[in-house]
């Protein structure tokens, strides 16, 4: 990549809104001075949050917008601000080559909609689906699709192979990535006709990552697969299970240590080698789910990431633009004869997660 | 009910075997003396165990078997073993009217192949479906199916939310059960067609329970739903992630209070507090996976389970015996006019969980 990476930002997304995202632009330029910033907002607020940091200013660009999409605004209703919103202007900016990166921490049920209406898929490429990082045993692992999708033939699940396992050599370093279809058990005979299917095309063809089989629901967390794959609804309900038993064991060990004096100086003793698995843990350290496969990258941010999670997020924009994710992802799929697509009505179908 | 109720256990399933089964049964005698207990296994090993619990032996029959499924078999293997092994011989038993329920720590897949091809469905009832308790924030949850079935259609589902609410009523001790359908999002529009066909269906008829509508997988242990239903791809998918994150933590949490000298004597002080958490998430807690919609009971006990365990498992066939969980289902499900079932050909198809 020959031109400064470039990312486009919409400062008007998530809980925190510019204060956060200003913050955390200035952190990512320390850490990447090669990096351009696009930011998308509300002009005074962006001004008054820029004015705390002179060398941001020198390396970003803001763009002053007069909507904002809501938290609580449907796909359909965010579609019709993709031009005047901060979160539609910041695609609009990689649709016109201005930035290779939209990053938003804003409403994900408009982002993917308006991500796939006005990027549209990838030459090649059936169906975008979202992947994130989740932490595990050993250090982090890929999932995908996490809702994108509702229903996905065995195209669209080789698809998203080969996409996660290009994000997984630029975000995990990996050079051949071990790459896995979630299942109900590991033997070939398990599963969905449309699991058995993509399983016996990625086991005849040589793809750039190694297909390791079927796995199940526990490995997401294990460390021993690199990238799960998954339909979005599969996907999107691992996920929910999983923070939703990270939350139920977070709730009941704050409840252990607060219940008598001893396990409050208990708690003393040990909260400093807590902290270490509180940060593993952490969604901030985790931050960014990419929307891959349409022509442009788009991020999601949590919605409750901290200025830390931010910065987490703009290096892995960044990361992912300097590495050619993406023309990777292209090279690979036209590698490879893949099954028809299995429906082109997909276009701007219900995205579905909602983090 | 007005004749005792009566059990038959498989003693040779699971990882410790007749010593646990019978100190197990021993607990659950002195716990409900009504209760009466057929026991399929070695002789040898089950008389030698037996002769430790006087009072025991006056309410149970030793059965002999010749054969023992092990882990390791494919249900095709077993389902040859259905007429001589222990765990066969038990379902045999609740076939024949000897007992109402079978109880067993063996291999699922051999156990959901037998029961499926030996007790058949319930009149009325398409296909079974495997349910079983989740820990939440509050106190348990049910979930189903968890692997019974790859594919369900609306009828299915209905059918998993009229059987999960009759479980609800026994293990959880409610009169009115609040029962959700797992989707990708809550608004009416998420999901599959089988999901939004099997939510109309909930909606428009009058149950024996209440019907919240769509929930998301974080639900299943935040206590604000009872019943968590969704097809046994889904469910099973959700169960391992669960699992897998709170081993996961588990993991890190063992770490972090070894970590240094200070953590280890931290560890000791909330040791006991800590007890409380373990205690709620320890599976024997919660032990036993119903199958439920066939011809009589069966239930599945982790193969890991300890004497407490299996003693919950005894103690919660022993209630669904008597509160007649299954002709309840069958009252319910025949006051109902359900959709047209999607398959006869379930037949033995492959049951797919292996715990």
Chains 1, 2 share one sequence.
């Not at 994900?108 to 045993?137: E, H, N, Q, Y």
């Not at 040990?270 to 496969?293: M, Q």
Request: hydrophobic share 45%.
């Amino acid at each position: 990549m020959s031109k400064a990476p470039t990312l486009a930002i919409d400062a008007m997304g998530g809980d925190f809104g510019p204060p956060v995202v200003f913050e955390a632009a200035e952190r990512a330029r320390i850490r990447h001075p090669d990096l351009k910033l696009l930011i998308y907002g509300r002009e005074p607020q962006m001004r008054e949050q820029l004015a705390r940091f002179a060398r941001l200013a020198e390396v970003s660009t803001l763009i002053h917008t007069q909507d904002v999409v809501l938290g609580t605004d449907k796909p359909s209703q965010a579609l019709r601000r993709a031009r005047s919103s901060s979160m539609g202007m910041a695609i609009q900016a990689v649709k016109d080559g201005q930035a290779q990166a939209a990053l938003s921490a804003g409403n994900t049920g408009a982002l993917m909609a308006m991500a796939k209406f006005m990027l549209r898929t990838k030459p090649g490429i059936d169906r975008p689906a979202l992947a994130s990082l989740f932490p595990t045993l050993r250090a982090e692992s890929i999932m995908l699709d996490l809702g994108a999708n509702v229903e996905c033939g065995p195209r669209n699940l080789v698809e998203f192979a080969i996409m996660g396992a290009a994000f997984a050599r630029t975000v995990l370093g990996l050079e051949r990535p071990r790459v896995a279809l979630l299942n109900i058990g590991v033997e070939e005979l398990k599963g969905t006709e449309q699991l058995k299917e993509a399983a016996a095309i990625l086991r005849q063809q040589a793809f750039a990552f190694e297909f390791v089989g079927f796995t199940e629901g526990d490995k997401i967390t294990s460390g021993e697969i690199d990238v799960i794959v998954s339909d979005g609804f599969t996907g999107n309900v691992a996920l929910k299970a999983a923070e939703g038993t990270a939350r139920l064991i977070a709730g009941l060990m704050g409840e252990a240590f607060r219940q008598t004096l001893w396990s409050r100086l208990g708690y003393l003793f040990a909260r400093t080698s807590l902290r270490a698995l509180r940060d593993h843990l952490n969604p901030n350290n985790h931050n960014g789910a990419v929307f891959l496969g349409l022509n442009g990258l788009v991020v999601k941010s949590h919605g409750s990431a901290n200025v830390d999670g931010f910065a987490t997020a703009i290096g892995m924009c960044r990361d992912l633009i300097v590495d050619g994710t993406l023309e990777r992802i292209g090279e690979e799929v036209a590698r490879h004869p893949l099954p028809e697509a299995i429906t082109e009505a997909a276009g701007v179908a219900a995205p579905v997660i909602a983090q």
